[in-house]
């Protein structure tokens, strides 16, 4: 039988030296009692939460997602864009090791952040970003190609990550604010939502998604289409470029 559980990481005390586009002071307390919000809501949803230990030397690891890819028992270890992200990986590859799951890594000169991967079923979105080099895509393809992936490499230039731009609705309908999406024609079927803030989604089952509060409009375009919605308040987090997809790893069929 299939478990689901989901990784997630303590933000550190250095939290507010993380790396942001735009320099915006963060209440590191605030963060803190958001990110454990946020775990409840994880929780609350029937997941099994699995705390990879906290990294003190990397004020940006609460953002565990850029730090692997996971598809079926496969999981490849990340190599972060940002050279101060590099080493976060090493606490996430430790426990998805002693989970038994098949490890790979991308390595130099290859550079790939987990919030560039976006999944829908066995099609995996890779985008080639400030994040992500197009080497990064290319390793991430030959790592998963062999376990039943189509790994399709598309443009970010507008945002952060990928999944800064666009998510998945269970569906496999992709959404996002379109003037941040560089070329939305690539993916089959894709919504346009209405605002810029609070556009990216969870999956939490296959009629529920979790989304921010920072998108009033967004999550009320999401429930009119017949989704269940779980809201959480992530501001202090969402100042440094983070959003609802960074905060957790979702692992829905663990190796026996």
């Given at each position: 039988?299939s ?19 735009d ?15 946020y ?24 953002f565990?997602?850029?730090t ?13 864009g ?6 976060e990986?090493?606490?996430t ?82 959404i ?11 993916f089959?079927?894709?919504?346009a ?17 979790l ?8 999550v ?6 017949g989704w ?8 202090e ?13 979702r ?6």
């Amino acid at each position: 039988m299939s478990i689901r559980a989901a990784l997630v990481r303590k933000p550190v005390e250095r939290l507010d030296e993380g790396v942001a586009e735009d320099a915006v002071p963060v209440d590191v307390a605030r963060a803190e009692e958001q990110w454990t919000e946020y775990v409840d809501a994880v929780k609350g949803a029937g997941y099994e939460i699995i705390e990879v230990p906290a990294s003190p030397d990397h004020p940006d690891s609460v953002f565990v997602e850029d730090t692997v890819v996971v598809y079926k028992h496969h999981a490849v270890i990340a190599n972060a864009g940002h050279p101060t992200r590099r080493g976060e990986q090493d606490g996430t590859k430790s426990v998805l090791a002693d989970r038994g799951y098949e490890i790979s890594e991308i390595s130099h000169p290859a550079t790939l952040d987990g919030g560039d991967v976006l999944k829908i079923g066995d099609t995996i979105y890779v985008g080639h970003s400030g994040r992500t080099n197009a080497e990064g895509v290319s390793q991430l393809r030959a790592a998963l190609t062999p376990a039943g992936a189509t790994v399709v490499g598309v443009p970010v230039s507008k945002v952060l990550h990928l999944k800064s731009a666009v998510t998945a609705l269970p569906d496999g309908t992709v959404i996002g604010y379109e003037p941040n999406v560089d070329q939305p024609g690539l993916f089959p079927q894709f919504l346009a939502l209405p605002e810029p803030h609070g556009s990216a989604v969870v999956v939490l089952s296959d009629d529920t998604v979790l989304m921010s509060t920072s998108g009033p409009e967004n999550v009320q375009t999401v429930r009119s289409l017949g989704w269940n919605v779980v809201t959480v308040n992530i501001s202090e987090l969402e100042k440094l470029d983070g959003c609802v997809t960074c905060l957790s790893v979702r692992l829905r069929d663990l190796p026996a």
